[in-house]
């Protein structure tokens, strides 16, 4: 009997040990995977449902020149080969417009860095100089503006209107007009910027997008509109610049 017990002994500890063995690393190794699949889900879910914010209210000083050129295409490439100037004096290219009714009057907005020294470089003479030689016609009219509202999201209507008024009290202004965002969205209205002169608030810059023209024409000669200027303190009548987007930088 002894020698037979002797062989069985150790071979049931190497049946158990093998049984042990894989029954543990099995079942490890099945957690540690589902924990980690689950995690991985988790995190992928909560970035694709957060999204980015469009709006901006940081203040961005902006040059706006407003002028009528000879020849577009002309004018354009002379614009484009002086671009240098423009950066060296602190000066960047953002969008350039074309009236709807006179497509040889362009509208160019430019971002700046340094108001001051943007104010000094629409006096120079080099500049009066590269824009004869372009083409302009006249002389420019620049407008220096903080825009303190932007809104970046893509749309599909690249027509924009332009319109500058004066108001009495621009935080009594800008109350009302923020308001009425929903309403103007409705009658094809979308707002793009605001602001005002950078030396005086009282004179006020809008730029909407018009993705409906026959509902907008029809709502800013409503009664509606009327009264919404007067309740928020617009002095005088509103001028509209109304330009089609031709480039962005």
């Known amino acids: 009997m002894k020698p037979l017990t002797l062989l069985t002994m150790p071979l049931l500890a190497v ?16 957690e540690t995977t589902t924990t980690e699949d689950t995690t991985t889900t988790t995190t992928t879910t909560t970035e694709a449902t ?35 100037m423009r950066l060296a004096n602190g000066v960047h290219s953002y969008v350039i417009g074309r009236n709807i009714k006179d497509t040889n ?44 509202y932007q809104d970046t999201s893509k749309i599909e209507s690249d027509l924009r209107s332009r319109t500058t008024f004066m108001v009495k009290d621009w935080d009594r202004w800008q109350k009302k007009f923020d308001s009425g965002r929903q309403m103007r969205k409705d009658n094809g209205i979308v707002d793009r910027a605001y602001g005002h002169d950078v030396d005086d608030n009282h004179k006020v810059v809008v730029v909407v ?22 309740a928020a303190g617009v002095i005088g009548q509103p001028e509209r610049f109304l330009f089609r987007i031709v480039k962005r930088y």
């Open 105 to 148: 009057m362009v509208m160019v907005a430019t971002k700046v860095d340094d108001m001051k020294k943007a104010k000094a470089f629409a006096k120079d003479p080099a500049l009066k100089q590269a824009m004869q030689k372009g083409g302009v016609m006249g002389t420019p009219h620049f407008n220096f503006i903080t825009m303190v």
């Open 209 to 230: 997008a018009l993705t409906d023209t026959a509902k907008a024409f029809a709502h800013w000669k409503s009664d509606d509109i009327k009264k919404g200027m007067e």
């Open 50 to 84: 957060t999204p980015a914010s469009t709006i901006t209210t940081m203040p961005q000083d902006m040059v706006v020149a407003t002028h009528k050129v000879a020849d577009f295409n002309k004018w354009e490439a002379s614009y484009d080969a002086h671009d240098s």
């Open 15 to 30: 049946v158990i040990f093998c049984v042990i063995s894989c029954g543990g690393q099995g079942g490890n190794k099945n």
